[in-house]
C-alpha cells in the first residue's frame, strides 16, 4: 500500500545546503507541535511546525557555532627572504575512489548526491535522462551507475525512458556494470526480490525521502565498489 507523503524543502541558513523531507500525510498531526531535524551537512538544528500555511521552519540559535573573530596581530618588518630552491615537479593528482553515473530528472537530488560523492573522492557524471547516460557510458569509463527508477519526464523530449528500460541498453554497452536504483517511492518486496534485477546487475534500492537517504547510498556504493 502506498504511503501519501507531502515534501518539505528546506535551505539551511548557516552553511546553504538545501534538502529535502518526504512527510507521511498521516503523520502531519504529530507535526504541529514541532519536530526537530539536523542539516544533513552542518549540523544546524530546525524546528519544524505544521500550520495551515504549509510548514513553518525555524533555525535554533543555540546549536549554531559561531567563529571567533581573529585578533590583531603585530608582525615585526620581515628578514629579507633567501633564494627560492629549485622547483619540485607537481605531485600527481590523487586517484578517484571510482567513477559513478549518476542519473535522476530531480534537480536537488543531483545537486545533492554530486556534492557529497564529490566530498567523498568519487568522481561524478551527471545525466539527467537515460539518452544523455548512455551517451556517456560510450565516452566515459564507468565504474557504477546510480539511477532514479521514474527518469521519465514529459517536459523534457529526451526522458522517454525509465531507470529499467535505460538498464537494459547501458547492459548491450558495458557488460556487468553494477548499479544501485533510487526512487522517492515505497519500496515493496515485490520489487526488491524480482529477478530480473539480478540480470541488470542491480546490487540494491535506495529510497529518498529521510533526510539521511545521500548517505545509505554512499554506504551502499562503497559496499558495492570494495567486492569488485
Not at 545546503?17 to 549540523?43: H, N, T
Not at 615537479?89 to 537530488?109: E, N, S, V
Amino acid at each position: 500500500m502506498t504511503v501519501k507523503k507531502e515534501p518539505l524543502e528546506i535551505e539551511c541558513s548557516d552553511c546553504h545546503k538545501s534538502f529535502r523531507l518526504w512527510i507521511p500525510v498521516e503523520s502531519l498531526p504529530e507535526w504541529e507541535s514541532g519536530s526537530k531535524i539536523s542539516c544533513i551537512r552542518c549540523g544546524a538544528r530546525y524546528l519544524i511546525k505544521k500550520n495551515a500555511d504549509g510548514f513553518l521552519v525555524a533555525l535554533i540559535k543555540d546549536t549554531v557555532s559561531r567563529a571567533k573573530k581573529p585578533e590583531p596581530v603585530v608582525v615585526s618588518a620581515p628578514a629579507p627572504p633567501p633564494p627560492p630552491p629549485p622547483e619540485a615537479p607537481a605531485p600527481p593528482k590523487a586517484a578517484t575512489r571510482g567513477t559513478i553515473l549518476l542519473l535522476d530528472d530531480d534537480r536537488l537530488a543531483r545537486e545533492m548526491t554530486e556534492h557529497s560523492f564529490k566530498e567523498s573522492g568519487f568522481g561524478v557524471i551527471i545525466s539527467k535522462n537515460a539518452a544523455e547516460g548512455l551517451r556517456e557510458l560510450k565516452k566515459q569509463k564507468i565504474d557504477l551507475i546510480v539511477t532514479d527508477l521514474h527518469l521519465k519526464n514529459s517536459k523534457d523530449p529526451e526522458a522517454t525512458m525509465d531507470g529499467e528500460e535505460f538498464l537494459v541498453k547501458a547492459n548491450q554497452i558495458v557488460k556487468n556494470l553494477p548499479a544501485v536504483i533510487t526512487t522517492g517511492k515505497d519500496i515493496v518486496d515485490d520489487l526488491v526480490l524480482d529477478p530480473k534485477w539480478f540480470d541488470l546487475h542491480v546490487k540494491g534500492f535506495i529510497q529518498k525521502g529521510n533526510p539521511f537517504w545521500v548517505e545509505e547510498l554512499k554506504l551502499k556504493i562503497q559496499e558495492v565498489l570494495h567486492r569488485l
